[in-house]
């Protein structure tokens, strides 16, 4: 059962990396279901979870589903009488965060390193596409939405689009690559085996920084930059 839960943990990672390029590029058409691809995983990740004893009803899964349940009475409190508009509300908000400690509950330290050293391979050709979009006119294949959307992107300054990666929009980077610089500054500070990996996910992001700093062309990615010089992984 646990080995079971793990490798969904993983189909979990890659469909949260590459759900966009599937509804971008590979099945445009089905661009609406792919948006909860990753429901049905994570589902069954906590029936199986649960089954097996496994799964963390810690402090924080309470709170969250005290969260989740005060923000849909309150959700009808202010009107809003659509059921399923609040459902999927609170799916987008609460759902997938107990899965948080469930992977630290069936993953040992070994696993997650893989995991992570999964994430900085990633960030290499993450960071050549992006700088590929930015460089792309914005109605390029490459720069195509959800759904296959010409123009379908943010736009940012002198005529360039905010470039989101393999993400359906920029949110993904933003999100994904403090992450990234998380995983590589503890790596580096502890000397652990991922030390080669980081380094070319090093360079990467160094020469990303000199070609395509502006390429994001906006605030909040460069309010996550700063925010990982100080992280607080140990």
């Not at 490798?7 to 792919?34: C, M, N, Q, T």
């Not at 349940?69 to 959700?75: C, I, M, N, P």
């Not at 899965?99 to 050549?128: G, H």
Request: hydrophobic share 50%; with cysteine.
């Amino acid at each position: 059962m646990e080995k079971n839960i793990k490798r969904l943990i993983w189909v979990y990672a890659i469909l949260l990396i590459f759900e966009g390029s599937l509804r971008k590029w590979v099945l445009p058409s089905l661009a609406d279901p792919l948006l909860v691809i990753r429901d049905p995983v994570v589902t069954i990740i906590y029936l199986m979870a649960f089954s097996s004893g496994r799964f963390p009803f810690n402090g924080f899964v309470i709170f969250s589903g005290l969260l989740a349940f005060g923000a849909g009475v309150a959700s009808l409190i202010a009107g809003q009488t659509n059921l399923l508009v609040i459902l999927y509300g609170i799916r987008i908000d609460f759902f997938h965060l107990p899965l948080i400690w469930i992977i630290a509950e069936v993953m040992n330290r070994r696993e997650i390193e893989k995991l992570c050293t999964f994430l900085l391979f990633i960030a290499i050709p993450m960071t050549l596409l992006m700088v590929w979009q930015f460089q792309s006119p914005m109605n390029a294949p490459i720069n195509r939405g959800v759904g296959s959307e010409e123009g379908g992107q943010i736009f940012g300054a002198n005529g360039k689009i905010r470039p989101p990666g393999f993400f359906s929009f920029i949110t993904g980077p933003q999100l994904f690559f403090p992450l990234v610089a998380a995983i590589f500054l503890h790596q580096v500070s502890q000397r652990r085996r991922l030390w080669w990996p980081c380094s070319w996910v090093a360079v990467s992001r160094f020469w990303s920084r000199c070609r395509s700093r502006s390429a994001a062309r906006s605030r909040s990615a460069r309010v996550s930059r700063s925010r990982r010089l100080s992280p607080r992984c140990r």
